[in-house]
DNA sequence: GCCAACGTTGGC
DNA sequence: GCCAACGTTGGC
């Protein structure tokens, strides 16, 4: 089982909203980097941080799991969707999803700045300099340390 | 709202 | 293939 960070500006979708509605198809991604995280290395069951970016406390603000396997996503041929992408042909689709499922919402959010006083996560793809990637892995020995500041 | 960092586009 | 221009992300 592999793990991930996935990131949600909470005034589009939020680990609240993910929780009332149990699964959400995750849609939008417009990243060759992150698509092929996606359609290449997830499966059903993998574990995900839920990161609230783009927002007052950014953050981790709780955990889901991968519900499904990748699958075309639907928004880049529906021309009134933001996400429309003419470009992207139905017999050849460029852009793929997963199905996102609620786990749980963390206490309290862990914040980038809390991550940033770690030395153990220096090495975190979120941390990076200039990362930013809204799709991407998360080590195992980061994803228990992390789990252990809650 | 600002802006650094990065990805994409398109002219050449 | 280069690279300038432009668009986006996301912290602050």
Same mark, same amino acid.
Request: proline content about 6%; aromatic content about 12%; glycine content about 4%.
């Given at each position: 089982? !592999?793990?991930?960070?996935m990131?949600?500006?909470?005034?589009?979708?939020?680990?609240?909203?993910?929780k009332? %509605?149990?699964?959400? +198809?995750?849609?939008g991604?417009?990243?060759?980097? +992150?698509?092929?995280?996606?359609?290449?290395?997830?499966q059903?069951?993998?574990k995900?941080?839920f990161?609230?970016?783009?927002?007052?406390?950014?953050?981790i +603000?709780?955990? +889901?799991?991968?519900?499904?396997?990748?699958?075309?996503?639907?928004?880049?041929?529906?021309? %009134?969707s %933001?996400?429309?992408?003419?470009?992207? !042909?139905?017999e050849?689709?460029?852009?793929?999803?997963?199905?996102v !499922?609620?786990? !749980?919402?963390? $206490?309290?959010?862990?914040?980038?700045?809390e991550? %940033?006083?770690?030395d153990?996560?220096d090495?975190? &793809?979120?941390?990076? $300099?200039?990362?930013? &990637?809204?799709?991407?892995?998360?080590?195992?020995a980061?994803?228990?340390?992390?789990?252990? &500041?809650?």
């Open positions: 089982m !592999k793990y991930w960070l990131k949600s500006e909470p005034e589009t979708f939020s680990i609240d909203d993910l009332r %509605k149990r699964t959400e +198809a995750w849609d991604v417009r990243n060759y980097q +992150a698509r092929n995280f996606m359609r290449d290395s997830m059903p069951g993998d995900v941080f990161y609230h970016s783009n927002c007052a406390e950014p953050g +603000a709780g955990i +889901a799991e991968i519900a499904s396997d990748a699958y075309p996503d639907p928004s880049q041929f529906d021309a %009134k %933001k996400y429309f992408d003419p470009t992207s !042909k139905r050849e689709p460029r852009w793929m999803l997963v199905d !499922k609620f786990v !749980k919402k963390l $206490k309290r959010t862990i914040t980038l700045d991550l %940033k006083g770690h153990v996560l090495e975190m &793809l979120l941390l990076r $300099k200039g990362n930013r &990637l809204s799709v991407m892995p998360v080590a195992a980061e994803w228990r340390y992390i789990l252990t &500041l809650e």
